[in-house]
C-alpha cells in the first residue's frame, strides 16, 4: 500500500520556538495532504488541506498564521508551528490521497510535539 | 451534523476470544465506512473500506459488516491475539469528491494473555 512518513516523530520544545514538521509521501505522487491534529483518547481533528503549488484550506478555528502549510511538492508537505505555546502540544498526523476509486487517505505514523 | 458513534468506548479481552465493535452514523449522503487500526503513538493504518452496496468484507481476523439502511456497522475480530490491542477508529465519507471525513472517537481494545 501507500506509505507515508512522517519527520521527527516527536520533538520537544520551549516555549516560543517554530516547530517544522514534515509529511512525505513516499512511493506516490500527493496532490493533496491533509493535517490533523489528536488530543489524547480523542478522535481526529481535520486542521487544514494542503494543495500542491497553492495555498493550504484551514479548517474553521484553525489559525492560518499559527499553524503554516507549505506543499512545496507533489510528495512533501510541512507544517510549521510558529511560536509554540504549550497548549499546541498534540499528536498531529498527516495523511495523503493517492487517487484511487475511494480517494483513500493514507496517514503517516505522526508526530508528538511536547511544548514546554 | 455528521456525526460517527462508536461503542464500547473501551473494552478488555482475553487472548484467542472474538470480540465485536459498533458505530453508527449520522453521515448523509453517504459514500463509504472505513475501519482503521491506531497504535498507540502511531497513525491511523486502513482495515477495510466498504460502499453502500457492500454488506461485508474482511481482512484476515477482522470482518467488517455494513447496514446502510439503519447506518450501523461492526467490526468483529475473530481469535485475538495481544498485537490486536489497539484503537479502533470508525470513518465515514459523505462525498468521494470532497474529502472531508467523519471520525468516531475510536474504541479502545486491549487483549491480555
Known amino acids: 500500500g501507500a506509505v507515508v512518513s512522517q519527520h521527527p516523530s516527536r520533538v520537544i520544545c520551549k516555549s516560543g520556538t517554530s516547530v517544522k514538521i514534515e509529511c512525505r509521501s513516499l512511493?506516490?505522487?500527493?496532490?493533496?495532504m491533509f493535517w490533523y491534529r489528536q488530543f489524547p483518547k480523542k478522535s481526529l481533528m481535520l486542521m487544514a488541506t494542503?494543495?500542491?503549488?497553492?495555498?493550504?484550506?484551514?479548517e474553521q478555528g484553525v489559525e492560518k498564521d499559527k499553524f503554516l502549510i507549505n506543499h512545496a511538492s507533489l510528495t512533501l508537505s510541512t507544517l510549521t508551528v510558529t511560536s509554540a505555546h504549550p497548549e499546541d502540544s498534540s499528536f498531529y498526523i498527516c495523511?495523503?490521497?493517492?487517487?484511487?476509486?475511494?480517494?483513500?487517505?493514507?496517514f503517516g505514523p505522526g508526530t508528538r510535539l511536547t511544548v514546554l | 451534523k455528521n456525526q460517527v458513534e462508536q461503542s464500547p468506548q473501551s473494552l478488555i479481552i482475553l487472548e484467542g476470544k472474538n470480540c465485536t465493535l459498533q458505530?453508527?452514523?449520522?453521515?448523509?449522503?453517504?459514500?463509504?465506512l472505513r475501519w482503521y487500526k491506531q497504535d498507540t503513538g502511531r497513525g491511523p493504518v486502513s482495515l477495510t473500506i466498504?460502499?453502500?452496496?457492500?454488506n461485508t468484507k474482511s481482512n484476515g481476523r477482522y470482518t467488517a459488516t455494513l447496514d446502510a439502511d439503519t447506518k450501523q456497522s461492526s467490526l468483529h475480530i475473530t481469535a485475538s491475539q495481544l498485537s490486536d490491542s489497539a484503537s479502533y477508529i470508525c470513518?465515514?465519507?459523505?462525498?468521494?469528491?470532497?474529502?472531508?471525513?467523519?471520525f468516531g472517537a475510536g474504541t479502545t481494545v486491549t487483549v491480555r494473555a
Open positions: 495523511s495523503a490521497i493517492t487517487g484511487t476509486t475511494y480517494n483513500e487517505q493514507f
Open positions: 512511493d506516490f505522487q500527493a496532490t493533496t
Open positions: 494542503s494543495n500542491e503549488g497553492s495555498k493550504a484550506t484551514y
Open positions: 458505530c453508527n452514523y449520522t453521515v448523509s449522503p453517504f459514500s463509504n
Open positions: 466498504m460502499t453502500f452496496s457492500e
Open positions: 470513518v465515514v465519507s459523505a462525498d468521494p469528491n470532497d474529502y472531508k471525513l467523519s
